[in-house]
């Protein structure tokens, strides 16, 4: 990599850094700046193609989903796009997929971060954290099951399939039958155990790693929810308010008063959706009212919402706890330059 490029990436992480730790808000001249002197830097270079710029672009598309789901705010769209258009100046053979790299890396490395800052914690919780297990190795037991009788149907009938068709719409016909049919335990017994008798092997695999999945699934969801509920909410007096402070709740203006939106529920959902409500999902899905605090973004609170929840007559506000990703990412970024996914998938 040219090293009046390294130079200038290094300053760019440095001052998001800087800015990300001090303010939780990464300034857009910032990150717009980077991404042209990237695409600049590209151009002299000789190495702005095709790939390239879709590279830089599929990093914006899927930030940009992940800040849609509520995970980041908008700054940190912008600067995971600029570190991906500087990790392909770097390594320029990562093609447009570059970005998956550069946010798996980030994301192993922000686990023990986390853990570290929050170790007092977590220990304290030691005991209800090992209470979630039994539920879910119970619920693992049966999506393990599930699991793999799924897993032997679809390997046995898309191999049936693709001998009339092509394999991937085998493939399409086998995940939406499976859809509009779903398998019974009982009737998943059955499959297993006759999967099991012609090949063994690939049942208990199966087994295994249904199993797995499922008992990480349903116990990480659960964990999740237990620490961010104890460990990364506070309620904050509004008096104590300050810029940047994220949400847990949405907080709505209905009638001159404000109310407290939980949010929509699976459940509440799919009830609707069985009795065919169309607008009884845009109602759960969307608050009605004005939205003074919105929790279902990470961007934090604005001296103006701050403002207008102090007018609207509230008192408290419950908050969540941030983690800022611009050294993370910063972090996982050197890492891709030096290492790829290596380090992880040897």
Partial sequence: MNEAVLA?????FLLACAFDLKKRIVPDWLNYGAIAVALGSAAWLGILS???????????VFAYLVYRLGAWAGGDVKFFTGATAFFLLAVPTAGWTGFATLFFNSVFLAIPIVIALHAKGLLNLRKELALLAVP?????????LLGAAGGIVFVNATGFLAGAVNKWVAYAIVFLAALAVPLPLWAAAIVFAAG??????????????AFAVGFAAFYLLKAFGLVSTKLLRKTIAAKDLREGMIPAKTVLLREGKPVVWEGPSFEGI?????????QGIRGLLAPQGRVLADARKARGLTEAEIKEL?????TTLETKESLAFAPVLAAGWVASVLWGLNWLLP
């Fill in 270 to 278: 799919l009830k609707a959706a069985k009795k065919l409500d169309a």
């Fill in 196 to 209: 099991a008798v012609f090949d063994w092997q690939r049942a208990l695999y199966l087994l295994v790693f």
């Fill in 50 to 60: 095709l790939e390239f710029a879709a590279g830089v672009a599929a990093a914006f």
């Fill in 136 to 144: 879910a190795l119970r619920k693992a037991a049966k999506t393990g």
């Fill in 310 to 314: 102090k007018a609207a007559g509230v």
């Fill in 8 to 12: 200038i990436a290094a300053i760019y």
